[in-house]
């Protein structure tokens, strides 16, 4: 295979499109030194087997704008086998398009085979490649500024070279870096059609970058938001649980509402907004927020669980308190949960968890009432999902802080093995818990059984 071929050589622009923009190490900040160790032996590799190797994405995004990156992508002109067999630790992954997934002990660096199609690739989520799939014709992979050009924005169009050390930017994605613009590489509103999940990140992107949405891309967004009911709801749930989980989801929703996509991704979080005046939504993701970046061990059901509980909590409370019994609170959790259950596919498993946390904070909306009743609540495994919404009502909005504050009580007594109330039972296992002696079993029986003696029958 050629250079050209192969796509290496100096840097040439795609055709029809203006030459790239090459930064020379002297020119900017992005040092090796910065990127992860195992990155770093992927892109050498590569390399020195003769093929070009250059770190792609996000993360020449964030390194150059002094971020540290969450993750660090590859892009090659070697196809996806050829990575295979030069790491023992690689699987392919994808239908379509095979990406090698190249597995450390401490993180997973992607490696993607440069190409020219714009469209997303079909990938199953950690799912192994289906060897009976069709692999890419040839003519799908492209050079270095095919792949550039046919990527979401321009800010994550930038490569970094580890030959020369230099960046390289085929779609003006410098430039905007610099002025802080979120845009589309082409026209957004064509861009959006491709993969309507590009919206979402859009909004994604400006609000954990801290930057603005430019207006082109944002008309786009207004016209064509309610294409995002096109896309497949296990994507629309991963971004959700993207944007939720990364300590910046009040910005974030504030964004998909301001755009209006919230209407489309997540109508009861929109309808709780025009229903309650309180704002609750907007306190409960900060609070939320607070906790992702203290490190607090949030479940992710429970983040969901904030989008929902505006509207759960409008349905079953009135000032604060529960106006339903707990069998018509549980039909109306069923009902609430339904139809967002479907339209995110929500597992079997996490459907469950979220429908018994709502259930359970009817609970712990008043003080524990014995001890035996806090360990049962404690060992149901969607406690932990409900112990978050809890504290994240409480702090937000004050309401049944008292009672929060008896069951975190409660928490801390059983965790020392003391009766979770006072004056109560140890729990299972604790040090004085006195085992029964249990009494042999008579038999009944209508006629005397002698007993046996010792060497045959009496």
């Not at 994405?57 to 971020?67: F, M, N, P, S, T």
């Not at 410098?174 to 613009?181: A, K, T």
């Not at 996509?261 to 939504?281: I, K, M, N, Q, W």
């Amino acid at each position: 295979m050629s250079a050209d071929e192969a796509g290496g050589g100096a840097p040439t622009g795609a055709p029809g499109r203006p030459a790239p923009r090459v930064l020379a190490r002297a020119e900017h900040r992005l040092s090796r030194s910065l990127v992860s160790a195992n990155a770093i032996k992927v892109l050498y590799r590569l390399q020195r087997a003769g093929f070009d190797s250059y770190l792609v994405g996000g993360a020449v995004r964030d390194l150059l704008i002094g971020r540290t990156p969450k993750d660090f992508d590859v892009g090659t002109n070697a196809r996806p086998s050829q990575v295979k067999h030069l790491f023992r630790n690689a699987r392919l992954i994808g239908r379509r398009f095979r990406l090698a997934l190249i597995n450390f002990a401490e993180e997973t660096v992607e490696v993607a085979t440069f190409r020219r199609s714009p469209e997303p690739p079909e990938i199953e989520d950690g799912g192994d490649a289906d060897v009976l799939a069709p692999v890419a014709e040839v003519e799908e992979y492209g050079t270095p500024a095919e792949d550039a050009w046919r990527r979401d924005f321009t800010v994550n169009g930038l490569f970094y070279n580890i030959a020369d050390y230099s960046v390289i930017d085929h779609v003006g994605g410098l430039e905007d870096l610099e002025r802080g613009v979120i845009r589309t590489i082409g026209e957004p509103n064509a861009r959006f059609l491709e993969d309507p999940v590009r919206m979402m990140r859009a909004v994604e992107y400006a609000a954990r970058l801290g930057f603005r949405i430019d207006e082109e891309t944002a008309a786009a967004i207004a016209a064509q938001g309610a294409e995002i009911r096109r896309a497949a709801p296990a994507r629309i749930a991963f971004e959700l649980g993207e944007s939720l989980k990364g300590g910046q989801a009040l910005p974030i929703f504030r964004g998909l509402e301001e755009h209006g996509l919230l209407l489309h991704v997540v109508p009861e979080a929109h309808a709780a907004l025009s229903r309650r005046s309180d704002g609750l939504l907007w306190r409960l993701l900060a609070v939320a927020d607070q906790a992702v970046q203290r490190g607090d061990r949030v479940p992710e059901e429970a983040l969901l669980g904030t989008l929902f509980l505006p509207s759960f909590l409008t349905a079953v409370e009135v000032d604060g308190r529960p106006v339903l019994e707990i069998p018509e609170a549980e039909q109306v959790i069923r009902e609430e949960l339904e139809a967002p259950a479907l339209r995110l596919a929500f597992s079997n498993y996490r459907g469950h968890l979220i429908r018994h946390a709502f259930m359970m904070l009817l609970r712990l909306s008043a003080p524990p009432r014995s001890a035996k009743s806090v360990v049962r609540t404690v060992r149901h495994e969607a406690f932990p999902t409900a112990w978050s919404l809890a504290r994240f009502l409480a702090t937000a909005t004050g309401l049944h802080k008292d009672a929060v504050a008896a069951w975190e009580q409660a928490i801390g007594r059983l965790e020392q093995g003391l009766p979770a109330v006072e004056g109560g039972r140890r729990p299972e296992g604790g040090e004085d818990k006195k085992r029964r002696r249990r009494r042999p079993r008579r038999r009944r029986s209508g006629r005397q059984i002698a007993p046996a003696v010792q060497g045959g029958a009496a």
